[in-house]
């Protein structure tokens, strides 16, 4: 959704499969969009030799933070925001320190109503699939939380962060569970795979005019 939403905008898309060896892009400037998405990876893993990509994709993000240049992160491409921007980023964990993990359709809470937000409910559903959480960067103002994720999306200047993935249509979330089936089932139980397979079509047809609204005011409000 969100290549076709930028394709809308009159961009052209680019995909870079850092993670695949492809080189970074060396001549983006004011006008063009970083997009940073997911992985089964994290900041922990920066600086690993199996993941040699992410130091080289933090210090583009944190280049062009520094010059007020947009980028949208998804997920990891969240937290590697985050991290450029100084905040830290730590596996999630309840009070007693078990990892928590949040992953499958749920509620997300937005915090007051600002030009990304506009026009939607209070709560709405997305899919959740990850197991670290971020602190909020400094300078960054909150634009939505869930109860074992307090920052699930924040914007900083020209750049936006989602904790979520609003962009994954049923097919892919049911593709996602079968490939990453340990971690499901590490979230919610030896049964997490059949049963989010089971919701997704349905909870993807549900969310889309929320899901598509909100992506396309936030590309709105970080090229504005």
């Not at 730590?90 to 990304?116: C, K, Q, S, Y």
């Not at 307090?150 to 079968?178: N, R, Y």
Request: charged content about 20%; aromatic content about 6%.
């Amino acid at each position: 959704m969100l290549g076709e939403l930028l394709g809308e905008a009159g961009y052209q898309v680019e995909v870079i499969e850092a993670f695949r060896g492809a080189a970074l892009p060396e001549d983006l400037g004011p006008r063009d969009i970083l997009v940073v998405m997911g992985g089964p990876m994290g900041v922990a893993d920066i600086g690993k030799p199996e993941t040699p990509w992410l130091a080289p994709v933090v210090e583009l993000l944190r280049a062009r933070l520094e010059k007020g240049w947009p980028n949208i992160g998804v997920c990891l491409g969240m937290q590697l925001i985050a991290h450029a921007a100084g905040a830290k980023v730590v596996p999630m964990a309840n009070a007693v320190g078990v990892r928590l993990r949040e992953v499958g359709w749920g509620r997300l809470d937005f915090v007051g109503t600002n030009a990304i937000t506009r026009g939607l409910p209070a709560s709405i559903e997305v899919l959740h699939w990850h197991g670290d959480g971020c602190e909020l960067p400094m300078g960054a103002d909150l634009l939505a939380s869930t109860t074992v994720c307090p920052v699930q999306m924040f914007q900083l200047g020209k750049s936006f962060g989602m904790q979520f993935h609003p962009e994954i249509d049923g097919p892919t979330a049911c593709l996602w569970a079968k490939e990453d089936a340990e971690f499901v089932q590490a979230a919610n139980g030896p049964d997490g795979v059949a049963r989010l397979q089971a919701a997704s079509p349905e909870a993807a047809r549900r969310t889309y005019a929320h899901r598509r609204r909100l992506l396309s005011q936030a590309l709105t409000a970080v090229t504005a």
